[in-house]
């Protein structure tokens, strides 16, 4: 398993690949990997000869009150989960090789870009577009593996493939929780113990609101009053959103009459954590 600093040096190994006719695959992260980045690599383990983890904490996706300087980094732990897991290569790269000086051509997307994260967060899917766009083109992988706890940028990577008409299979991996339900986040290093109790609110409210459509109920609104509600009991809970959404155009349904897509956004104290079920997932 190498790590490799430079766009050429990638290139230079997946030609290599190619040309003994090993199929590739990328598993796109910002590092400080955890279990549910481990579950990405063993798929594209499976799927693929090779695999390639990009590590790169993308600045284009934070906005100015955002956490790019406190994102957590570890690189000697990263290469330790990816050789583990049957990774072959860890592309990190300086912000200064994926931004060159004068670098100003962007990847954007309007309509499911527009709700969700994208209403708080309103450059982040530009940065997630443009980096995922440049990690393409410079692996030129077979398939690329996406976790559904990012259901939004799972959505919207599908959706710019489409649209762009790139070669690249894209695999959706299931949400990798902790032993009490907790969803695997980086950003769940930043809880302090207080915070972390309080944090399982969201898949308090996460398994609520997929019984009640493994029971039977359709109103969206049904569903999305009473997990609020859960959320609403816990003091250290801040509610960004909570919302169903049709799974594919990410667009607000009255009406769970297709596959959609239930979301949440919360704050913990400082701490902004996401969760989120597929109604497919749990009927």
């Not at 029971?215 to 859960?230: F, P």
């Amino acid at each position: 398993m190498k790590v490799v600093k430079t766009i050429d040096e990638v290139r230079a190994q997946v030609k290599a690949w190619r040309a003994q006719g090993l199929s590739v695959g990328l598993v796109p992260t910002m590092g400080y990997l955890h279990e549910g980045h481990a579950s990405l690599i063993d798929a594209s383990h499976k799927d693929n000869d090779r695999t390639v983890v990009s590590d790169f904490v993308n600045p284009m996706q934070f906005g100015p009150s955002e956490d790019l300087e406190s994102y957590p980094r570890d690189l000697e732990r990263d290469s330790a989960l990816v050789k583990a897991h049957g990774g072959d290569l860890i592309f990190n790269p300086e912000p200064e090789e994926m931004y060159h000086e004068g670098f100003s051509s962007f990847v954007d997307m309007t309509i499911l870009t527009e709700e969700l994260c994208g209403l708080s967060r309103p450059i982040h899917f530009r940065g997630v577009c443009t980096v995922v766009s440049k990690l393409f083109n410079i692996v030129k992988p077979d398939r690329a593996y996406f976790g559904k706890k990012d259901a939004q940028q799972l959505a919207v990577i599908r959706h710019m493939v489409d649209d762009l008409n790139m070669d690249i299979e894209i695999v959706g991996c299931p949400i990798v929780r902790e032993p009490d339900g907790l969803a695997k986040s980086s950003r769940n290093t930043y809880l302090n113990d207080e915070g972390r109790k309080a944090a399982l609110v969201l898949s308090r409210a996460i398994l609520a609101g997929a019984d009640m459509v493994r029971n039977g109920e359709k109103s969206s609104k049904a569903v999305t009053d009473r997990m609020k509600q859960i959320i609403e009991c816990e003091p250290l809970a801040k509610i960004d959103y909570v919302k169903l959404v049709d799974a594919k155009t990410m667009q607000q349904i009255p009406m769970i009459d297709r596959d959609a897509l239930c979301a949440i956004a919360v704050y913990i104290g400082k701490t902004r954590l996401i969760d989120n079920f597929f109604t497919e997932d749990v009927k």
